[in-house]
């Protein structure tokens, strides 16, 4: 059966909203592995936190680690770590960092001060930029000493390392999404092809058929031209020979007939009427074909 266009087009347009929908799904799926990478290296992070309040010795001073009895001291001015503070931090958060297999390049921003910034109230203390817009904020903080510190670490091409990370479902939801329309694509070009062969053969029945037809007409008109003449009115054998010529004449037109409504119908133009049909008709006008050989052996 030859596809129409609106069977075709609605196979498409199915096709099209199943490719949405699983674009929708797999679009989601990358987004929960990300972020399941985003929470993985922030439990990582948490660790990095909590490494860093062992990095200063209860019995270390304020002055030591600072350098002076300023009350508030911005840290990583510079590119350089010039205080110890600053030297302690750096070389702690790249073994913290690097235990815990995070190999980013990163930026710190810190202050030092007699208010914890974080947990306190940045509108009193002051805003501080570098920190609050840090991707991770850190605090150590004590009662044991009078000064706070809070700091912020940032990454560079964090979110394309959590990209980069999730590569692997990425790259077979890509390929199963490809397989699926190769699939779609060979698939439609196997039913155009058949579309193509199936209307080429239609048209080669009609071409056949339509040959046939003249034939088939000029044999019904000789047939009853000559059952008007006198020799085959005399001759009852001639008369048969002649009604049986005439009777498949009229048969194979009918066959012809068939043809035609056949590819009418393939080509989806025609819908079959069903009807009742006595089977006992059926079998004694094909066995009228055979009474003039069975008459006269």
Known sequence: MVLSKKIIGVIISVAIASFIILFVIQFFLIKKAISANRQDFSGKMTIVRKGLYTAFPPHMSDHDLIGSDTATQNLFQKGEPTLLIEKILRSKMDSLLKANNIFLTYSLSGRVARKCYLHGTPLDIGKNPAIDEADYSICVCSNSRPHSLDMGLSFINLQQHLITTSSG??????????LLVAIFAYAFYVIN?????????????????????????????????????????????????????????????VQVDKILQMTAIDSGNVMLE????????????????????????
């Open 169 to 178: 479902i990425i790259i077979l939801c890509g390929l199963v999404l490809l």
């Open 193 to 253: 092809k058949q579309k193509a062969l199936a209307e080429l053969k239609n048209d080669f029945i009609n071409n056949l058929t339509h040959e046939f037809k003249t034939p088939i007409f000029s044999i019904g008109l000789t047939s009853g031209l000559l059952l008007k003449t006198e020799d085959i009115a005399k001759s009852d054998k001639l008369k048969n020979y002649v009604d049986l010529i005439n009777a498949e004449n009229s048969r194979l037109r």
């Open 274 to 297: 069903k009807k009742m049909v006595d089977i006992h008709k059926i079998i004694e006008k094909n066995l009228a074909g055979f009474n003039p050989k069975v008459a006269y052996g």
